[in-house]
T-cell receptor, first 112, second 112 residues
Framework: NAGVTQTPKFQVLKTGQSMTLQCAQD?????MSWYRQDPGMGLRLIHYSVGAGITDQGEVPNGYNVSRSTTEDFPLRLLSAAPSQTSVYFC???????????FGEGSWLTVV | GQQVMQIPQYQHVQEGEDFTTYCNSS?????IQWYKQRPGGHPVFLIQ?????EVKKQKRLTFQFGEAKKNSSLHITATQTTDVGTYFCAGHSGTSYGKLTFGQGTILTVHP
């Protein structure tokens, strides 16, 4: 899935630390999103962007910030990590609403 | 807000048996997508259904979209061990521009 690149793949944080999950795409897609995946809860939308300079909240935005200064990049910032943010995070891109979504390979985050 | 429920949560089958997962939305969908996620992997797009009553087939997989565009199903005929994974449905509604709501997923285990 070379089109969507997420880094880091694994990260352990201490409670209260901040960090940024990076997401980059080379497909020139308009839409980018961040999801978190927890056991038995499917994928839940954190934040999304419909284009550079435009972001909006998803289902579970609290504790996370995003920005979209370029079409290619959509970083997700954890302001003050909490154990409840232990999860697998997926970045996704989409050419336009209703089209195929392409997921990155995921970032496994543990907050202790 | 929009909710998408998926059943069953788990399904264990013997290789060669059929498998079906069902998806129900609380609101009318503009389209529904299906994804497969292998253990430890990321969701991969399988198919998108748009029209009321639409049926699409991919080899042993049959996808249906309900007449009211509020439910969908995925049926696998004669399962194989390569079918193991979690199958997610995800729906776009007309008011959720750029956002996708995922079902909780069905975890399929195939015993050889």
């Amino acid at each position: 899935n070379a089109g969507v690149t997420q880094t880091p793949k694994f990260q352990v944080l201490k409670t209260g630390q901040s960090m940024t999950l990076q997401c980059a795409q080379d497909m020139n897609h308009e839409y980018m999103s961040w999801y978190r995946q927890d056991p038995g809860m499917g994928l839940r939308l954190i934040h999304y962007s419909v284009g550079a300079g435009i972001t909006d909240q998803g289902e579970v935005p609290n504790g996370y910030n995003v920005s979209r200064s370029t079409t290619e990049d959509f970083p997700l910032r954890l302001l003050s990590a909490a154990p409840s943010q232990t999860s697998v995070y997926f970045c996704a891109t989409e050419q336009g609403s209703g089209n195929t979504i392409y997921f990155g390979e995921g970032s496994w985050l543990t907050v202790v | 807000g929009q909710q998408v429920m998926q059943i069953p949560q788990y399904q264990h089958v013997q290789e060669g048996e059929d498998f079906t997962t069902y998806c129900n939305s609380s609101t009318t969908l503009s389209n529904i997508q299906w994804y497969k996620q292998r253990p430890g992997g990321h969701p991969v797009f399988l198919i998108q259904l748009v029209k009321s009553g639409e049926v699409k087939k991919q080899k042993r997989l049959t996808f249906q979209f309900g007449e009211a565009k509020k439910n969908s199903s995925l049926h696998i005929t004669a399962t194989q061990t390569t079918d193991v994974g979690t199958y997610f449905c995800a729906g776009h509604s007309g008011t959720s521009y750029g956002k996708l709501t995922f079902g909780q997923g069905t975890i399929l285990t195939v015993h050889p």
